[in-house]
């Protein structure tokens, strides 16, 4: 089957439409002009399409599309209740929900904010035990700003599902959202020298949930890649063993091999572009015991951000900030686009 990769730029949304091999690709777009797209998803329960979109004038909200991106509905009061006072910045994260849970879907956004709609994103509810959470004093913000950027499910479990907010660190929840656990122990925050493993302030980039092995998770941070296998009870460092270095955002997995995950490191957070001069995807088939280097592209300095990287069963993509899509299929890399826009998500689905 085809793949279809929703890419999400600073100016629109294009589709990109690769065949069985994953070798042959045609760009679509832009859809949703004058709206900079933090992420795009494919619902793989009825295929409809949701996007974060964001414009300096209109605010941050949800754009969906019913008919493949040729018309799009906007959500409508979407925001956060007066008496918090705060306001929603920008919506970052769209995650479909649980198969047996229709119509729910999760939304993260900034300032480090979690809503649910239970209606196909008709509406909207902020989740309060985010939002009032007995840590919050201590979050930060990070470069991006103080957001909810990850959202990943336990597909066993629809009660079980953990988020990653920048800079606050990985949470956990067993009962739907009712109540969130701080779930960053052995998670190293670098930026603190006095206090280099405290209970909230990581800077997590980006955290997944193995679809196929229960409690594995993986993470990429600003101090490190690491997994868990006990459901974030605890995590384990896994980027000095070969990656030359620990900072970067990009994570993807292997969905039939819980041991193999895929990360693009870069050199700093002073300095963040990808190492060595090329964009180089790091690989490990032994649960981070060690990695392996495949070369995108060289020479090339080059930005792939957090939603910038995706997979499915047949490949891994990868989108840049300069404007291209690459995919890695059985050690082949092929580019899959150029000169689009800054790229800011890329998210595979199956064609329809």
């Known amino acids: 089957m085809g793949v279809q990769l929703l890419v999400g730029t600073r100016k629109g949304l294009f589709t990109i439409r690769g065949d069985d091999e994953r070798r042959s690709f045609e760009v679509q777009g832009p859809y949703l002009k004058g709206w900079t797209i933090n992420h795009a998803v494919s619902d793989p329960r009825d295929g409809v399409l949701y996007a974060c979109t964001n414009n300096w004038v209109y605010g941050g909200t949800v754009h969906r599309s019913d008919d493949d991106g040729a018309t799009w509905e906007r959500s409508e009061n979407l925001g956060l209740p007066e008496e918090s006072g705060l306001k929603l910045a920008s919506t970052w994260h769209l995650e479909p929900g649980h198969t047996t849970e229709p119509g729910t879907l999760w939304l993260g956004g900034e300032p480090a904010v979690l809503f649910r709609s239970e209606d196909s994103g008709a509406s909207w509810e902020v989740n309060e035990a985010v939002l009032e959470h007995e840590t919050r004093a201590r979050w930060e913000p990070g470069a991006g700003g103080l957001i909810t950027h990850s959202i990943t499910l336990d597909r066993e479990d629809p009660k079980k599902l953990w988020i990653g907010i920048s800079a606050a660190g990985v949470f956990r929840t067993e009962d739907g959202g009712a109540t969130w656990k701080p ?17 909230v302030g990581q800077c997590v980039h980006k955290v997944l949930a193995h679809p196929g092995r229960a409690g594995r998770l993986w993470q990429q941070n600003h101090c490190g890649v690491y997994r868990s296998d006990d459901s974030g009870e605890s995590w384990e460092r896994l980027d000095l063993n070969g990656l030359p270095s620990g900072f970067g955002f990009a994570l993807a997995l292997d969905p039939s091999d819980p041991d193999t995950a895929f990360v693009i490191p870069e050199e700093s957070a002073e300095n963040r572009v990808t190492c060595d001069g090329r964009i180089g995807i790091y690989r490990t088939t032994d649960a981070g015991v060690s990695w392996r280097l495949i070369v995108a592209e060289e020479p ?44 800011l998500s890329v998210e595979a689905a199956p064609l329809q």
């Open 183 to 199: 779930a960053n122990q052995g998670t190293e925050a670098c930026f603190f020298p006095e206090n280099r493993f405290p209970e």
């Open 300 to 343: 090339a300095w080059a930005a792939v951000l957090r939603e910038g990287m995706s997979f499915d069963d047949e490949a891994v993509y990868a989108g840049t900030q300069s404007g291209h899509v690459y995919a890695l299929r059985d050690g082949e890399v092929v580019e899959a686009a150029r000169h689009l826009p800054p790229i």
